[in-house]
């Protein structure tokens, strides 16, 4: 019998990647999406991807209990990956009330109705901004978690604990949280990749659009690090590679592998690049000048963060594949793709 899993936020950048990769392992998909962060660019870039013309699609507002409610009542689910959330940093320090209001009501709501109707299986894109700026380095998933340094951050801590209390206190429920680094790239076909909306806060959509001409100059926030080459180091993850982590772990689930009732798993690659790697990384990739500065260090960054991905590894089974060249061919041929070329 085909298991179904409804991705919530499957209309955006990861959760569009992750639905073709569960579509290709054989995994119905429901999709439901508020659009307020992106439009179908995505969702139809899947359906030409999978050969799919008939995935379930439902826009939906997960902060609305009752839609959240009709939703599983109406559909046979067995496992919910819950993205449906506002990301971006900066407008979470400005917006903190909008940020919590959205981003725990929703995965509240989701898990609730979940649970009502027999949907035991809860997984949780959550990120590396957890860590903060660890002591040591790499991060395991055992590096205490350090108080967020935006209310972004801290809706993610404390969804990771909302799970893990509900886990604790369900116990027909299971529960897994990702742990993203930065992820990077788009699909290999050009059909999906990264849209942010205005002016691009992550380093990679910025490098693309300035290379296409859309920016005029990328900006390098901070050369003056305590790295070896004073930009900051990142652990920049393929976003095909990170999609595939999600298979891994839905089937861990789903066919009852899982030690623990709550397991957390670091999806990173392990091996840090800095920024200046990933700019001159990218220009070889494609054989381009890209017109950069050097500018003022950003409020919040911290110099380093990458993972010790070996548990991810060992229990999960999966593993960053993919060569950083062919991820930045990859968001560049998606940008010449966006650009009509
Ligand atoms: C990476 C590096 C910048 C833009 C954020 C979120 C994190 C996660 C991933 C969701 C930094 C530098 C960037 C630019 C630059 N998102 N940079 N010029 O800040 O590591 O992580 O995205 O879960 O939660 O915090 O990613 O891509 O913004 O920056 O020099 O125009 O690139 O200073 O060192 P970050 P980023």
């Not at 296409?212 to 900006?219: P, Q």
């Not at 590894?313 to 062919?326: I, S």
Request: net charge negative; with cysteine.
């Amino acid at each position: 019998m085909r298991k179904c899993v409804l991705v919530s936020g499957g209309a955006g950048f990861i959760g569009s990647h992750v639905t073709v990769e569960l579509i290709e392992a054989g995994y119905d998909v429901i999709v439901a999406d508020n659009m307020s962060n992106c439009d179908l660019t995505c969702f139809e870039g899947v359906k030409k991807i999978t050969g799919k013309d008939d995935i379930p699609f439902f826009k939906i507002d997960f902060t609305d209990p009752v839609a959240a409610e009709l939703l599983f009542s109406t559909n046979e689910i067995d496992a919910v990956i819950h993205f449906a959330a506002f990301k971006a940093v900066g407008e979470s320090v400005n917006e903190p009330l909008k940020y919590y209001k959205n981003n725990l009501s929703s995965f509240m709501n989701v898990i609730e109705s979940a649970r009502a109707h027999g949907c035991d299986n809860i997984l949780f894109s959550s990120s590396a901004t957890v860590y903060g700026e660890p002591e040591e380095l790499p991060v395991t998933e055992d590096t205490p978690r350090q108080p967020a340094t935006s209310p972004y951050g801290n809706t993610k801590t404390m969804c990771e604990d909302i799970l893990r209390d509900c886990v604790k206190a369900y116990p027909e429920i299971k529960g897994i949280a990702l742990r993203y680094f930065n992820p990077i790239g788009a699909h290999p076909s050009a059909l999906i990749g990264e849209l942010p909306r205005g002016v691009p806060n992550n380093l990679v959509p910025f490098i693309t659009q300035t290379a296409i001409g859309k920016r005029e100059c990328l900006s390098v926030f901070g050369d003056d690090y305590p790295t070896p080459d004073g930009t900051c180091l990142r652990d920049f993850i393929d976003v095909v590679d990170l999609a595939k982590a999600h298979v891994f772990a839905v089937r861990r689930m789903l066919e009852g592998k899982m030690k623990k009732d709550y397991e957390i798993y670091n999806i990173g690659t392990g091996t840090p690049l800095s920024v200046m790697e990933l700019i001159k990384g990218f220009e070889k990739a494609n054989n381009l000048k890209l017109n950069y500065k050097i500018a003022p260090r950003r409020t919040g960054d911290i110099s380093a963060l990458w993972a010790d991905p070996t548990l991810a590894n060992r229990e999960l089974g999966w593993k960053a594949e993919r060569k950083t060249e062919d991820t930045l061919a990859a968001a560049w041929a998606w940008e010449k793709h966006l650009a009509g070329k």
